[in-house]
């Protein structure tokens, strides 16, 4: 499908944009450390600084009403912010079940913004999985462990037999 004139620009804008906060951040933080501010060293992290660009980018996609930007700026947060976390948080946990339950939280995002109903049943559906994946849960422990793969079964259904 060819791209209007209109999205073009549009796609540019968001481009420059996103080159230009992600340079005012990191210039902003990486000051910061050469100044020998107390905390700069914590969240003078390429993994901080692409959370924060991430979050600048939710807030543009909100006010612009942006649902591609709204997921991709809500994966970039989740994932950045889950990073950060590992590196400089004592006892985060350090399981492959947070993917789910950040690609999940990034469709509620768009649902929020959107109110995108179909949006909102998929990520509901992946926090759920992510949450059943999780082993450090004592109810998840059980059972429910064993079968989140029917979590995904029922995704894939919906997907295949909802309507755009």
């Known amino acids: 499908m060819k791209k209007t004139e209109t999205e073009e620009r549009e796609y540019r804008m968001i481009r420059a944009n996103f080159v230009g906060i992600l340079l005012i951040v990191a210039g902003v933080l990486l000051l910061l450390r050469r ?3 107390p905390m700069a060293e914590r969240f ?3 993994e901080f600084i692409l959370f924060l660009t ?3 980018m939710l807030v543009i996609a909100h006010f612009r009403s942006n649902r591609n930007l709204m997921l991709w700026a809500g994966l970039l947060t989740g994932m950045s912010l ?3 976390g590992k590196a400089n948080v004592d006892g985060w946990p350090d399981h492959w079940f947070f993917l789910f339950i950040i690609v999940g ?3 509620l995002l768009v649902f929020a913004s959107q109110k995108d109903r179909r949006s909102g049943i998929i990520g ?3 926090i759920l999985t992510g949450i059943a994946a999780w082993p450090g849960l004592p109810w998840v422990a059980g059972s429910v ?3 989140w793969p029917v979590l995904l079964v029922v995704l ?3 997907l295949i037999t909802k309507k755009a």
């Open 35 to 37: 100044l020998d501010i």
């Open 44 to 46: 003078g992290t390429w």
């Open 54 to 56: 991430g979050a600048v």
């Open 82 to 84: 889950h990073m950060w």
């Open 105 to 107: 939280a990034s469709f």
């Open 124 to 126: 509901i559906l992946l």
């Open 145 to 147: 462990n064993n079968y």
């Open 156 to 158: 894939g259904i919906f």
